[in-house]
């Protein structure tokens, strides 16, 4: 278990530090400066470049980047003059992070009961309903949902506020959109889980034993086919990051993903920067303690088995 | 009274992508008390299938036929009926223990669950009584076994905790399915020992399924035959090893290796392989393989005749108007 | 059998060896069996037809009309923003069957020509995607060892981060255009394949055909070529089917963010964020998009799920 441990924290390490300098690197490729605009003359631009460093070598910067990096700081915003990109982060973490926790336990509930609902009843109306639903909602992008649901429930039917993110009537159209695509995935994978399960031997040694139904359920067949949804829990929590960059800017709520594509067509690169390796480290971190957390539920990843069976 | 289980006339189809499949047709048997009935045939010959059905595991249909259990006709028992059959009257031993155990479970709950189930007890008390069973099984060290999960355990130690799980509630009636097949040789013996031993304790009736004459032939009170859904032959283990009377029957035994052949002896086998279940042809389903086999054997089912006391066979070879046929080719009738 | 004898009935006939040996199920190829459970699946079927459509109107849709998608027309468009029925004719009428957009241009064309791009994108992409993660795969479940371990663990490592996000840095290097993208979704789409082929090659590797195949000599790209791709060739077909909806989808994200690919050529996710500014008053601008691209993916997607299903049946439900 240590060493699965430490493998896991290297490769977590070594990921951010590939991130940041392919990021670094990448950024400073682009040609032009943020001050070549015209409103700048040159001796305000030298003092400019001076200030946030952009005048000494490449190298050297990426040192000092990269030792600000460890310090936390991650530069300060070009388009919003002086402010830390730090802070922005501070402030806006946190509304992107209430979306997506609601986006998740939304999706959570009805996926995985979509995904149970199916499988019990496997090749009737309800299993092809949800399977419609899954399709839907896998092939649909984020974009073209969430502006029809504002387009209809906010627009067309003003049940809904148009955008913003203040009081709970807000959250719920954001909400339903960041987690339609994940909804459809729990369920798809849910109902694949569940059927293996269902016809696994250890379930019929479940009924030989004389169990009641409901207590195969839920201590056998749910609880054996919720366990390896851990292992999308990772690219789930990254999809769900990408929704956000759409949901947050066409619900204008004012987290994360919104300032992320502000910050593209601002091309303001170092909040571009800062907010990449924010994402970048906050994934990893996500990953490295799913991965762990994953060798403690399921026994035989420890013994490194395989997961399925 | 002392009969157990009573199957008559069972016939069960199920359902796949290419049509009905006949599983089990006909079969007739019956088991007494404390009695250990060995099921043998080929794999596919819808022993397991059987067995598994008169239980309700399977999406299976009955297609007709009796199953009277203790004196109760269970044949059209609910789902929720058998529930209180099963573990508590009825146990069940399935081949692979590492699949037949929930692999994210502890093996304590595992055995616990069903007497929780079917006897009104504490956890405490479960909790003590399966490791009483551990114990019984032969698992050493119960109390940090009862803790673990199944890959901590060799596969022996596997097939002993789902002996337990099937024995927890001393139950009258334990099937066997296949026990032994995926064990080491070794192993296997040690395993049906076991259960020789816990069926005295327990005072149970074991029905044994399995192609292993060898495990038959020590541990089998009874045997049945099946080749294709059929029981061609039952009856004593001694009238089936000396005295038996079905050209498959002979088929299998000429077919064990023998360590006294000549070493340039080729091994028998019985030629061809076992019908098409999705639509079998009219006539004995071993017609086609059988060198004894008779116009009428392609044109009609024979019946099943007990030629001794509790001997049954199906075989034409056995009527008087075969006798021309048993010389030419040779078929003695062993009885 | 009343008219045989009791004598006839009993006599000798013996084994059956045609019988005995028959087998039931005509035996098929592997790759006939591939193609008789696909096209036994209807859904898959209509799915292709949707997307032959799809892809037929990508080719001659534009040349339906006689407006050009770039061709602006400004003028008229802010004289009928004037009037209220001037507005209304902004949309779909019977000489601009899907409308115009706020500049003035022919949405019908717009439309397909906008599917051509997300289309060529799409397959572009997926299929050199599919060539250097094939490739990467073979190399490394093939050579093992240390090459094995150098590559997986640079895989594990671009694969903790969404590759969108690299897709994101390399278009604001590079610049929003049709290379840019085709470069960007290349360069980062094709660590599944890699992982994918590099697996089935690993489990491959000790079959005794291969063994012996290397016993005789053969070169280890004649082996991969002749042996090992082909026996891939499912499941590279399947990832690939699955890797065009997912370019498109990112292009479509792309330029969703403003950086996809830039004027005058457009695409149908450009076509949705325009759309979607315009939602408010021209709903039209957003819904027949929006309905194209649904359509596209959700074929696509189910193509792929048939394909699946008809490669591996096991996990077919």
Redesign the interface.
């Known amino acids: 278990m240590a060493k699965y441990i430490i493998k896991r924290l290297i490769i977590s390490l070594l990921t951010i530090f590939v991130l940041c300098t392919v990021v670094f690197f990448a950024i400073k490729l682009i040609p032009g400066d943020p001050f070549s605009g015209p409103e700048y003359t040159d001796e305000v631009r030298a003092e400019l470049n001076a200030l946030y460093g952009f005048d000494k070598p490449i190298v050297e910067q990426y040192f000092v980047y990269m030792g600000n990096l460890l310090r936390g700081e991650l530069g300060i915003s070009v388009y919003y003059r002086g402010k830390p990109v730090a802070d922005i982060i501070k402030s806006a973490f946190p509304q992107s992070f209430d979306l997506g926790i609601r986006a998740l336990l939304t999706a959570t509930f009805v996926g995985v009961g979509l995904g149970v609902l199916a499988a019990l009843n496997r090749n009737r109306t309800l299993d092809y309903l949800s399977i419609i639903i899954a399709i839907i909602g896998i092939s649909i992008p984020s974009f073209v949902v969430a502006s029809l649901l504002q387009y209809v429930f906010a627009i067309l039917f003003p049940i809904f506020p148009v955008a913003r993110y203040t009081s709970f009537k807000h959250t719920i159209l954001p909400t339903i959109a960041l987690a339609l695509p994940t909804i459809a995935r729990f369920s798809r994978f849910m109902r694949t889980s569940m059927l293996e399960v269902i016809d696994s031997d250890f379930v019929k040694t479940a009924r030989s034993k004389g169990l009641k139904k409901h207590q195969i359920l839920f201590s056998h067949e749910i609880r054996n086919s919720l366990l390896p949804l851990l292992s999308i829990l990772g690219p789930t929590t990254a999809s769900l990051l990408m929704g956000s960059f759409v949901v947050e800017s066409i619900f204008a709520v004012p987290g994360l993903g919104n300032y992320f594509v502000e910050s593209i067509n601002t091309q303001d690169y170092s909040l571009i920067m800062g907010l990449t390796i924010f994402y970048g480290i906050f994934l990893v971190t996500i990953n490295f303690v799913i991965d762990i957390l994953y060798g403690v539920v399921d026994p035989r990843v420890r013994l490194g088995g395989n997961h399925n069976g | 009274m002392n009969e157990l289980l009573n199957v008559e006339h069972l016939s069960i189809n199920f359902h796949t992508y290419n049509g009905e499949v006949q599983a089990v047709r006909d079969a007739s048997f019956r088991l007494n008390r404390g009695e250990v009935l060995a099921i043998v045939g080929e794999s596919g010959s819808g022993k397991s299938v059987m067995m598994q059905t008169i239980l309700k595991l399977t999406p299976c249909m009955l297609m007709g036929g009796r199953i009277i259990f203790d004196g109760k006709d269970i044949t059209d028992y609910t789902d929720r009926q058998m529930q209180e059959i099963r573990g508590s009257q009825i146990g069940i031993i399935f081949q692979d223990a590492m699949t037949s155990l929930n692999p994210t479970m502890k093996i304590g709950r595992q055995i616990t669950e069903s007497l929780l189930r079917h006897q009104k007890l504490t956890r405490a008390e479960a909790k003590e009584k399966a490791l009483e069973l551990l114990r019984q099984v032969g698992i050493n060290n119960p109390e940090k076994r009862f803790h673990q999960y199944i890959h901590n355990l060799s596969g022996g130690m596997r097939q002993r905790v789902m002996i337990a799980i099937a024995l927890a509630c001393k139950p009258k009636l334990l099937i066997a399915d296949e026990p032994t097949t995926a064990l080491d040789v070794t192993i296997q013996a040690q395993i049906m020992d076991l259960l020789a031993r816990l069926r005295e304790e327990v005072g149970c009736s074991i029905v044994l399924i399995t192609h292993d004459l060898g495990v038959v032939a020590a541990n089998a009170d009874r045997i049945a035959v099946m080749y294709a859904g059929h029981i061609v032959e039952s009856g004593t283990s001694d009238q089936i090893f000396y005295h038996s009377s079905h050209p498959y029957t002979r088929g299998l035994l000429e077919s064990i290796p023998r360590l006294d052949a000549p070493r340039d002896a080729q091994l028998t086998y019985i030629g061809g392989t076992p019908p098409d279940a999705l639509n079998p042809a009219p006539g004995c389903a071993f017609s086609a393989r059988c060198k004894y086999s008779m116009r009428l054997c392609r044109m009609q089912a024979p019946e099943a005749h007990e030629i001794q006391p509790g001997h049954f066979c199906s075989c034409f070879l056995l009527d008087e108007e075969a006798k021309a046929v048993r010389e030419k080719t040779g078929w003695e009738v062993l009885v | 059998?009343a008219d045989?004898t009791?004598?006839?009935?009993?006599?000798?006939?013996?084994?059956?060896?045609v019988?005995?040996?028959?087998?039931?199920?005509p035996q098929l190829s592997y790759a006939r069996d591939v193609a008789r459970r696909f096209f036994s699946n209807r859904v898959a079927l209509i799915s292709i037809v949707v997307l032959a459509f799809i892809i037929v109107m990508s080719i001659i849709g534009p040349f339906m009309t006689s407006y050009d998608y770039r061709t602006t027309d400004v003028a008229s468009v802010a004289e009928k923003l004037a009037s209220e029925e001037g507005r209304a004719a902004l949309g779909p009428n019977s000489e601009h069957w899907f409308g115009v957009d706020t500049l003035g241009r022919d949405l019908w064309a717009r439309v397909w020509v906008g599917t051509r791009y997300s289309l060529l994108i799409g397959f572009a992409a997926a299929v050199v995607q599919a060539v250097i993660g094939v490739c990467v795969g073979c190399i490394s479940g093939y050579f093992g060892n240390m090459v094995d371990v150098v590559i997986m663990?640079a895989v594990?490592?671009?694969d903790?981060?969404?590759y969108?996000?690299?897709v994101?840095?390399?278009m604001?290097?590079l610049g929003s255009g049709f290379m840019p993208i085709l470069l960007a979704l290349t360069l980062t789409g094709w660590l599944s394949m890699a992982r994918l082929v590099r697996g089935q090659i690993l489990a491959l590797k000790n079959e005794d055909y291969i063994l012996a195949a290397r016993n005789l000599d053969t070169k280890p790209v004649s082996i991969m070529i002749r042996h090992l791709i082909p026996n891939c060739m499912g499941i590279i077909i399947v990832s690939l089917s699955m890797a065009i909806?997912n370019a498109i989808?990112s292009e479509?994200?792309l330029s969703?963010?403003?950086?996809g690919l830039s004027a005058p050529l457009t695409s149908l996710?450009q076509l949705?964020?325009t759309?979607?500014r315009e939602?408010?008053n021209y709903?039209y601008q957003?819904?027949i998009p929006?309905a194209v691209?649904?359509l596209l993916?959700?074929s696509?997607?189910?193509i792929g799920?048939g394909l699946r299903d008809a490669v591996d049946p096991k996990?077919r439900?």
């Open positions: 059998m045989l009791k004598q006839e009935l009993y006599e000798h006939v013996g084994a059956d060896t019988q005995a040996e028959r087998i039931a199920k663990r594990d490592i671009m903790s981060i969404p969108l996000i690299y994101i840095i390399i604001i290097v909806p989808f479509a994200f969703f963010l403003g950086i996710g949705i964020s759309g979607i939602m408010r709903p957003l819904i929006s691209i649904s993916m959700l696509l997607q189910l799920d996990l439900r």
